[in-house]
């Protein structure tokens, strides 16, 4: 009987929800290898049916990762027809079976059987006794299992459905997959079924109010409050210490009830609006955040601890204070951890139907009277699992799921349930419903207007989504938050997003959309984060962390220490200092800075520093300066950098001989003793990004019909003279009369050096930014290592290069590489000096140039899909460019902004070359 997959009833034969929480009381872990098999329609196995021969599927797991169907990923359309309620026959049906044994002491208690997460649907039995449905994926049901329990063995069957009622609500931007992905644990029978602890600080006394409501009588002790087997009722501590992001400071504590005891930990915090700002214990606070899906590339949705742990601890390293649980609860484990080691927390609920506005969004759930209990069902199970979480700040009604009176039904029941937090939602901008004022990729101009009071003032605004990170960017990071220094108001935002979402692929390494033989799928949109599938930092987290630094270091003719902390002093932090001749340290330090508090500023004297006689830099870094629980003492948390000695211009005298050999056409062949493949010539090509690509006028689509990738050469003329070459060429496309008109001239200098002058010409019509000017040239494969002078040490893009820093840096070509899962433009270096290519050849810039090295060229790189796709060929591709255009952040949300958008103009600009090894 399938009649609830053709229903609105959100589940049956269910208790009803509670706080997330583990009695020290009998329980008996159900996660392992199971029975299982794969049906391909809702009816499934006779319960009765003999699973002896059955496959085994682990739990926690999802069936798709595992052999049984294949992963799809979509991001707005829905892989079945719109007909709510109903889903398609082809209803993939997984059935699991797992035997365990009760021991004879259990006690007669009873017991509970609880499911921390299955996708999307299930139904369960217990010894051949029904004990319900539920929906509602990423959500803990518990079911009473004392009629059917029994000592010894007992076979546990659960029927679980690919796609159900629940699926319309559940369109986030992520894989379709499916099982039982989280937890599932046999407990006792609570003698405390439920608790919710109050816990508020007063930020003018310094007095902590603490109210605990129980199910049942219960006691606290709770040592580090001084409370010894109190009736948590109506508390008043004096000279508690507050929890926040910063200092996430918990008291453990113990409830008793009935003989049972419940571990919980304590922290104390208040969450305001007030005068427009979102404050926690009366300070306004400032989001650096980042939305973050569960996934892993081999598991999908099914988390460990440790995995978990590992995101929490990356993040912390990399200055994010706050997630928003995009776009459903997490697993509770990673709430515990967010409580322990400090962020904010956005709890959003299980709720997204981003599809319906492929059809103008008719038949919405969240506006259908019909869908009002399933949606009121997922707030409800949201809240009470994750109401005694000091991390948790604001609830989050669901995502994109448009506008509706069962939305409001959700906020009116969750301020009546727990009014000490805001709710949020998106879009939510003109609803009543909602605390703050939250947009998606709102523009940089639009978050000015917001701060300066347009729309809505009496709100903090927050950007719950944006900076959308796919590939290679995003840019503007440091923009916006300067927007979020300047307003109160703008209080912040979270990057989209956290992970890549590349699964485990046998071919490709890590697959996206479309890999798995998925119809529909929405391609590598699904490949959008700050880290990588293995969870590699890649350079957009590393810009994150430089835009976000909650302490501004600026060092100039003086240096001056800015906290930019909403609650914590500089205590923590020791500021270190390095000056570098030409990359080279030539003395260090450190400096004496006092604990300036939150918000506060010092101008420590800058160190007596010795003479030098090149280009010199002065480099200041906070580094931790004891151990905290997520970093070892000296971790870089801040730096800054400024030039104490500019660079000498280089001598210029003319020499008769030049060091360079050069063909008929005036294509540079030699420098000295280095052979080159092929000599520079102007280019204007990049493979283009994943922002590139994105966009209602994609720049990508601009520069092919443009023909900017198959750019065609012609010398116009060649004069020569006694240490002096000028070659004048044209560069165009097929099918149109604009050209790039480009002059070289070529002069020896003494030393065996050799300059080039280029100037390049715009002619006709260039109504269009260009994706990079500057040149091209090919080396021997045997050149594979490259030293540099310039920033780094990883890419850096004009609108992303706050992380890159001067220094003297030398890597393989290889490592010069960034693997982007969907290979794109990547490794440009920024503002380099000069560069050494295989210990051989020296390129000097005038003064500075754009250095990018590869065992592939640009076209390669733009075809391939996967990195598997490119194979080093027999030369190394190098570009010296002049100039690159912005990343934006395109792909989703605004482009590039006008001072980073790479203009046709007449330009000019100068390189030398000489024989590094002469």
Same mark, same amino acid.
């Given at each position: 009987?399938?009649?609830?997959?053709?229903?609105?009833?959100?589940?049956?034969?269910?208790?009803?929800?509670?706080?997330?929480?583990?009695?020290?009381?009998?329980?008996?872990?159900?996660?392992?290898?199971?029975?299982?098999?794969?049906?391909?329609?809702?009816?499934?196995?006779?319960?009765?049916?003999?699973?002896?021969?059955?496959?085994?599927?682990?739990?926690?797991?999802?069936?798709?990762?595992?052999?049984?169907?294949?992963?799809?990923?979509?991001?707005?359309?829905?892989?079945?027809?719109?007909?709510?309620?109903?889903?398609?026959?082809?209803?993939?049906?997984?059935?699991?079976?797992?035997?365990?044994?009760?021991?004879?002491?259990?006690?007669?208690?009873?017991?509970?059987?609880?499911?921390?997460?299955?996708?999307?649907?299930?139904?369960?039995?217990?010894?051949?006794?029904?004990?319900?449905?539920?929906?509602?994926?990423?959500?803990?049901?518990?079911?009473?299992?004392?009629?059917?329990?029994?000592?010894?063995?007992?076979?546990?069957?659960?029927?679980?459905?690919?796609?159900?009622?629940?699926?319309?609500?559940?369109?986030?931007?992520?894989?379709?997959?499916?099982?039982?992905?989280?937890?599932?644990?046999?407990?006792?029978?609570?003698?405390?079924?439920?608790?919710?602890?109050?816990?508020?600080?007063?930020?003018?006394?310094?007095?902590?109010?603490?109210?605990?409501?129980?199910?049942?009588?219960?006691?606290?002790?709770?040592?580090?409050?001084?409370?010894?087997?109190?009736?948590?009722?109506?508390?008043?501590?004096?000279?508690?210490?507050?929890?926040?992001?910063?200092?996430?400071?918990?008291?453990?504590?113990?409830?008793?009830?009935?003989?049972?005891?419940?571990?919980?930990?304590?922290?104390?915090?208040?969450?305001?609006?007030?005068?427009?700002?979102?404050?926690?214990?009366?300070?306004?606070?400032?989001?650096?955040?980042?939305?973050?899906?569960?996934?892993?590339?081999?598991?999908?949705?099914?988390?460990?601890?440790?995995?978990?742990?590992?995101?929490?601890?990356?993040?912390?390293?990399?200055?994010?204070?706050?997630?928003?649980?995009?776009?459903?609860?997490?697993?509770?484990?990673?709430?515990?951890?967010?409580?322990?080691?400090?962020?904010?927390?956005?709890?959003?609920?299980?709720?997204?139907?981003?599809?319906?506005?492929?059809?103008?969004?008719?038949?919405?759930?969240?506006?259908?009277?019909?869908?009002?209990?399933?949606?009121?069902?997922?707030?409800?199970?949201?809240?009470?699992?994750?109401?005694?979480?000091?991390?948790?700040?604001?609830?989050?009604?669901?995502?994109?799921?448009?506008?509706?009176?069962?939305?409001?039904?959700?906020?009116?029941?969750?301020?009546?349930?727990?009014?000490?937090?805001?709710?949020?939602?998106?879009?939510?901008?003109?609803?009543?419903?909602?605390?703050?004022?939250?947009?998606?990729?709102?523009?940089?101009?639009?978050?000015?207007?917001?701060?300066?009071?347009?729309?809505?003032?009496?709100?903090?605004?927050?950007?719950?989504?944006?900076?959308?990170?796919?590939?290679?960017?995003?840019?503007?990071?440091?923009?916006?938050?300067?927007?979020?220094?300047?307003?109160?108001?703008?209080?912040?935002?979270?990057?989209?997003?956290?992970?890549?979402?590349?699964?485990?692929?046998?071919?490709?390494?890590?697959?996206?959309?479309?890999?798995?033989?998925?119809?529909?799928?929405?391609?590598?949109?699904v490949i959008d984060g700050l880290v990588f599938p293995d969870r590699t930092?890649?350079?957009?987290?590393?810009?994150?962390?430089?835009?976000?630094?909650?302490?501004?270091?600026?060092?100039?003719?003086?240096?001056?220490?800015?906290?930019?902390?909403?609650?914590?002093?500089?205590?923590?932090?020791?500021?270190?200092?390095?000056?570098?001749?030409?990359?080279?340290?030539?003395?260090?330090?450190?400096?004496?800075?006092?604990?300036?508090?939150?918000?506060g500023r010092a101008e420590p004297p800058v160190p007596a520093l010795p003479?030098?006689? =090149?280009?010199?830099? +002065? #480099? *200041? !870094?906070? $580094?931790? @300066? /004891?151990?905290e629980p997520w970093a070892k003492a000296g971790h870089e948390v801040a730096?800054?950098?400024?030039?104490?000695?500019?660079?000498?211009?280089?001598?210029?005298?003319?020499?008769?001989?030049?060091?360079?050999?050069?063909?008929?056409?005036?294509?540079?062949?030699?420098?000295?003793?280095?052979?080159?493949?092929?000599?520079?010539?102007?280019?204007?090509?990049?493979?283009?990004?994943?922002?590139?690509?994105?966009?209602?006028?994609?720049?990508?689509?601009?520069?092919?019909?443009?023909?900017?990738?198959?750019?065609?050469?012609?010398?116009?003329?060649?004069?020569? =003279?006694?240490?002096? +070459? #000028? *070659? !004048?060429? $044209?560069? @165009? /496309?097929?099918?149109?009369?604009?050209?790039?008109?480009?002059?070289?001239?070529?002069?020896?200098?003494?030393?065996?050096?050799?300059?080039?002058?280029?100037?390049?010409?715009?002619?006709?019509?260039?109504?269009?930014?260009?994706?990079?000017?500057?040149?091209?040239?090919?080396?021997?494969?045997?050149?594979?290592?490259?030293?540099?002078?310039?920033?780094?040490?990883?890419?850096?893009?004009?609108?992303?290069?706050?992380?890159?820093?001067?220094?003297?840096?030398?890597?393989?070509?290889?490592?010069?590489?960034?693997?982007?899962?969907?290979?794109?433009?990547?490794?440009?270096?920024?503002?380099?000096?000069?560069?050494?290519?295989?210990?051989?050849?020296?390129?000097?810039?005038?003064?500075?140039?754009?250095?990018?090295?590869?065992?592939?060229?640009?076209?390669?790189?733009?075809?391939?899909?996967?990195?598997?796709?490119?194979?080093?060929?027999?030369?190394?591709?190098?570009?010296?460019?002049?100039?690159?255009?912005?990343?934006?952040?395109?792909?989703?949300?605004?482009?590039?902004?006008?001072?980073?958008?790479?203009?046709?103009?007449?330009?000019?600009?100068?390189?030398?070359?000489?024989?590094?090894?002469?």
């Amino acid at each position: 009987m399938t009649d609830y997959l053709a229903g609105f009833a959100p589940g049956a034969g269910r208790l009803g929800p509670r706080a997330a929480f583990a009695a020290r009381s009998p329980r008996i872990d159900l996660n392992g290898r199971w029975r299982f098999r794969l049906s391909p329609t809702a009816a499934g196995a006779p319960v009765d049916a003999d699973f002896s021969g059955w496959d085994e599927l682990p739990v926690p797991g999802m069936w798709q990762l595992h052999g049984h169907g294949g992963p799809a990923y979509t991001n707005v359309t829905y892989p079945f027809p719109l007909d709510p309620p109903f889903v398609p026959d082809e209803n993939p049906t997984g059935d699991y079976r797992r035997e365990f044994e009760v021991p004879e002491g259990w006690g007669g208690r009873g017991g509970v059987l609880r499911f921390e997460g299955v996708d999307s649907c299930f139904r369960a039995w217990l010894n051949g006794r029904e004990l319900g449905f539920s929906m509602g994926s990423r959500l803990p049901v518990e079911f009473d299992v004392s009629g059917a329990l029994v000592a010894g063995r007992n076979v546990l069957a659960v029927r679980v459905h690919q796609w159900s009622p629940g699926s319309y609500l559940e369109d986030q931007d992520m894989w379709w997959l499916s099982g039982i992905f989280r937890d599932v644990v046999l407990l006792a029978t609570p003698v405390l079924r439920d608790f919710f602890v109050h816990a508020d600080y007063g930020h003018r006394t310094g007095q902590g109010r603490l109210r605990i409501e129980t199910s049942a009588p219960a006691t606290l002790t709770a040592p580090g409050l001084g409370l010894a087997d109190v009736v948590p009722g109506d508390l008043r501590i004096d000279g508690v210490e507050p929890w926040s992001a910063e200092v996430p400071r918990l008291y453990d504590g113990v409830l008793r009830c009935g003989g049972e005891d419940v571990p919980l930990r304590i922290g104390f915090r208040t969450v305001a609006i007030e005068d427009g700002l979102l404050k926690v214990n009366g300070e306004r606070v400032l989001f650096r955040g980042v939305n973050r899906h569960e996934f892993h590339p081999g598991t999908g949705r099914a988390l460990d601890e440790a995995t978990m742990l590992a995101d929490v601890l990356a993040m912390k390293r990399h200055n994010v204070n706050a997630v928003r649980t995009s776009h459903y609860p997490p697993h509770p484990r990673f709430l515990d951890l967010c409580d322990e080691y400090g962020l904010w927390v956005i709890d959003e609920c299980d709720l997204e139907t981003h599809g319906f506005s492929r059809v103008g969004w008719r038949g919405n759930p969240s506006a259908d009277p019909r869908w009002r209990d399933a949606l009121l069902d997922r707030m409800r199970r949201t809240v009470e699992r994750d109401k005694n979480h000091p991390s948790v700040i604001m609830w989050s009604l669901g995502n994109e799921a448009g506008t509706g009176e069962n939305l409001r039904a959700m906020a009116e029941w969750t301020r009546g349930r727990d009014p000490s937090r805001p709710i949020h939602y998106e879009p939510g901008q003109d609803a009543a419903y909602v605390d703050v004022h939250s947009r998606m990729y709102a523009p940089v101009e639009e978050v000015e207007r917001i701060g300066r009071g347009d729309r809505h003032p009496g709100l903090p605004f927050v950007l719950c989504e944006y900076a959308h990170a796919m590939g290679n960017g995003p840019g503007l990071l440091a923009e916006y938050q300067e927007l979020f220094h300047t307003y109160p108001r703008c209080q912040g935002g979270f990057v989209w997003e956290w992970i890549d979402h590349g699964l485990a692929h046998p071919e490709y390494g890590f697959g996206y959309g479309g890999d798995f033989g998925e119809d529909p799928h929405d391609g590598p949109f699904v490949i959008d984060g700050l880290v990588f599938p293995d969870r590699t930092p890649s350079p957009g987290l590393l810009e994150f962390k430089k835009a976000v630094e909650p302490v501004r270091i600026t060092v100039a003719e003086s240096i001056v220490i800015e906290n930019l902390h909403d609650f914590r002093d500089l205590a923590h932090l020791a500021f270190v200092w390095t000056l570098e001749e030409e990359g080279t340290e030539v003395a260090r330090g450190a400096l004496d800075v006092p604990p300036v508090a939150a918000g506060g500023r010092a101008e420590p004297p800058v160190p007596a520093l010795p003479g030098t006689g =090149a280009e010199t830099w +002065l #480099t *200041v !870094r906070a $580094v931790l @300066a /004891a151990d905290e629980p997520w970093a070892k003492a000296g971790h870089e948390v801040a730096w800054g950098q400024g030039r104490i000695v500019p660079a000498q211009a280089p001598a210029r005298a003319h020499a008769a001989q030049s060091p360079g050999v050069f063909g008929d056409d005036g294509r540079l062949l030699r420098v000295g003793g280095v052979h080159l493949v092929s000599g520079p010539r102007l280019d204007l090509w990049r493979a283009p990004t994943g922002n590139d690509a994105g966009g209602p006028a994609p720049h990508a689509e601009v520069w092919r019909r443009a023909g900017l990738h198959r750019l065609r050469h012609r010398v116009i003329d060649v004069e020569r =003279a006694p240490g002096a +070459l #000028t *070659v !004048r060429t $044209v560069a @165009a /496309a097929a099918g149109h009369d604009r050209a790039m008109f480009a002059t070289y001239r070529w002069q020896a200098l003494t030393g065996d050096r050799l300059r080039l002058t280029v100037t390049a010409e715009p002619r006709g019509e260039w109504d269009f930014p260009l994706p990079r000017i500057g040149l091209r040239l090919a080396l021997p494969a045997a050149f594979g290592t490259v030293e540099w002078y310039g920033r780094g040490p990883g890419e850096a893009y004009p609108d992303s290069h706050r992380a890159a820093r001067i220094g003297r840096y030398a890597m393989t070509v290889d490592q010069m590489q960034t693997p982007y899962v969907f290979p794109q433009e990547n490794g440009h270096r920024a503002d380099v000096r000069w560069a050494v290519l295989g210990g051989r050849l020296r390129i000097e810039g005038d003064p500075v140039f754009g250095l990018t090295v590869r065992r592939w060229t640009s076209e390669d790189l733009d075809a391939a899909r996967h990195l598997t796709d490119l194979t080093p060929g027999d030369a190394v591709h190098v570009n010296l460019d002049l100039a690159q255009h912005g990343l934006g952040t395109a792909a989703c949300g605004p482009g590039v902004s006008p001072r980073h958008r790479l203009r046709a103009r007449p330009v000019t600009f100068g390189l030398t070359f000489r024989d590094a090894s002469l």
